[in-house]
């Protein structure tokens, strides 16, 4: 389950948090995610500037948890 980052862009607030590529992104808002659609519809209720918690699972298979402020979505 959870939805992988692709990719982080440079100098981003997602890069500047810690969020890489390859990084699984298990829950937003303490509602889990298991697809592409799921994180999107999670996200979709979000405004600019709401704070937004991601739990995601590192590559090695750690976790950890990270507040980013949502953009224009």
């Known amino acids: 389950g959870g939805v992988v980052i692709p990719g982080v862009l440079p100098w ?3 890069m500047r948090k810690g969020l890489v590529s390859g990084m699984k992104i298990r829950e937003v808002d303490h ?3 298991a697809s592409a659609r ?9 405004e600019a500037g709401d704070l937004v918690n991601l739990l995601v699972e590192t ?3 750690g976790t950890r948890i990270v507040n980013l402020r949502a953009e224009q979505y």
């Open 12 to 14: 981003s607030p997602a």
């Open 38 to 46: 799921e994180f999107h519809q999670a996200l979709s209720s979000l």
């Open 59 to 61: 590559p090695d298979g």
């Open 31 to 33: 509602a889990s995610v």
